[in-house]
């Protein structure tokens, strides 16, 4: 649209409440972070505050999960991402931790699982450059080593920043001959208000992007008008 289009087609106005919702859980990509416990086993645990800036990703976690303990005493972890489809084995993961005992303050219904893969029918892979394993499963995998743990103002979240080492893409996902992910496959999983969602139908596309949409993926939106 141009600009002159832009001013004869205002978006709708809104009616806006104030409202103190109990989460703010507002629509990001679930991964999967791999960590590693002290006897050398690899905890599994779902987080929607994960982030991306460059190689850089930041996350957030509660500061009494084994997630963090794990995280303060060996930096080393494996942020896996994975797909809509999986949602049910990542709800499988939701009540559990990894640390026992079960410590206060985790929602009523936490219990203790000392092998949370196999708790989510997931399988462990080896990591070529750190300790705790990949998820097979995932169709991306980042080998990861916390450089910066952050506790906020209240004691009770750990903001993590962590390095990405090296990443794992599915064959499928990866444009051929490229070293670019193919966006019209992959198929992040979203918590959105404690929801489980995948994406809908592609929109456009950033002034920015390297990679051609695929036409036979996407039929419908703005971009089969552009191509
Ligand atoms: C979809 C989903 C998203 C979650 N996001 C976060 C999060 O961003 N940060 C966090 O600390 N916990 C998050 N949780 C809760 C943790 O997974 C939960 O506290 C778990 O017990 C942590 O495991 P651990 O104690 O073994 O580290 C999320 C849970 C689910 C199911």
């Not at 794990?70 to 559990?96: C, G, I, K, Q």
């Not at 198929?187 to 969602?197: D, G, K, M, T, V």
Request: with cysteine; proline share 10%; glycine share 8%.
């Amino acid at each position: 649209m141009t600009g002159r289009e832009l001013r004869e087609h205002p978006a709708p106005p809104l009616d806006h409440r104030t409202i103190d919702p109990k989460i703010l859980y507002f629509g990001t990509p679930v991964v999967l972070l791999s960590t590693l416990n002290e006897d050398g086993t690899s905890n599994l645990a779902p987080v929607s505050s994960a982030w991306a800036l460059g190689r850089l990703l930041v996350l957030g976690l509660g500061a009494t999960g084994q997630t963090a303990r794990n995280l303060a005493a060996r930096p080393e972890l494996v942020v896996n991402l994975p797909s809509a489809d999986l949602w049910w084995r990542v709800e499988r993961l939701a009540p559990l931790t990894g640390r026992y005992p079960v410590p206060e303050g985790k929602p009523p219904g936490c219990r203790f699982a000392a092998d949370k893969f196999a708790a989510a029918g997931l399988t462990g892979q080896g990591s070529e450059l750190v300790a705790p394993q990949r998820v097979a499963e995932c169709p991306l995998q980042l080998e990861a080593r916390a450089s910066r743990l952050r506790s906020d103002g209240s004691g009770a979240f750990v903001v993590v920043e962590a390095d990405v080492l090296r990443v794992h893409a599915d064959r499928d996902l990866v444009v051929p001959g490229t070293q670019h992910i193919d966006p019209a496959r992959w198929h992040p999983l979203i918590y959105s208000f404690r929801h489980y969602f995948g994406l809908g139908p592609q929109l456009g596309h950033s002034h920015r992007s390297e990679t051609t949409p695929r036409p036979a993926l996407h039929p419908t939106g703005s971009d089969a008008a552009d191509r």
